[in-house]
């Protein structure tokens, strides 16, 4: 089956300072990788994702690049504010498969004021 | 509508109750899922619903009973739950069963006394 791996575990910057999460995967099949942002008590949220026929994707502040030979994706916030703070999970799902979403286990990322 | 909704938002019940948590969506999403979370891990995958049938049980305890009334609500049925059982429950929903965007519920936060 599928195995993500997820670094760093716990993430401290100021802010305004860039943040980087990455994620490695093992199933070849895997071809669709979101990206959760978790507050405190609250439900995961979408807040990127990315297909195996493109290699980066951005959103204002946040983007995900993505190399299939290395089996890896990385997501980047820049100009990180305190409402950033949260914790964030990456994913990724194989199509043609059972869909079954493998959850990495998550980076806590704090940004101080 | 673009949410999905659970109810309710705090359960405490004991070993011997029953009980039932709730979980709709307006989204014309035909796949269901049923996740546990347990503090600062990410969400685990319980149950998969498509097209109203399960179509995926992660080898979850007979004690939860899923039931899919229709394409738009989802139940998971509690009886004699153990301690360890206490989480948050994520219902989640997506287009198809795939690899698609899953929208999740707020949870409802279980506590086993």
């Known amino acids: 089956g599928e195995n993500v791996e997820q670094h760093p575990s716990t993430l401290s910057v100021q802010e305004g300072d860039s943040a980087v999460i990455k994620c490695t995967y093992s199933?070849?099949?895997?071809?669709?990788f979101p990206w959760y942002k978790q507050e405190l008590g609250k439900r995961p949220q979408l807040i990127i994702d990315i297909r195996s026929n493109v290699g980066e994707k951005k959103d204002q502040r946040i983007a995900v690049t993505l190399n299939k030979t290395a089996k890896h994706f990385s997501l980047h916030i820049t100009e990180t504010q305190p409402e950033d703070s949260a914790v964030y999970f990456c994913?990724?799902?194989?199509?043609?498969?059972?869909?079954?979403?493998?959850f990495g286990r998550g980076t806590s990322l704090i940004v101080h004021p | 509508d673009t949410e999905v909704t659970q109810t309710p938002k705090h359960l405490v019940m004991g070993m011997t109750n029953k009980k039932s948590l709730k979980c709709e969506q307006h989204m014309g999403h035909r796949a269901m899922y049923w996740y546990k979370q347990k503090a600062k891990k990410p969400p685990e995958l319980m149950f998969v619903y498509s097209y109203e049938k399960l179509s995926i049980n992660e080898s979850v305890p007979s004690r939860f009973s899923p039931e899919c009334p229709n394409s738009s609500l989802l139940n998971l049925h509690l009886h004699a739950l153990q301690p360890e059982d206490s989480a948050l429950y994520l219902c989640a929903s997506s287009r198809l069963a795939g690899d698609e965007t899953q929208y999740f519920g707020p949870g409802t936060r279980l506590l086993v006394l």
């Open positions: 994913a990724a799902v194989a199509s043609g498969g059972s869909y079954i979403p493998t």
């Open positions: 199933d070849s099949a895997s071809n669709y």
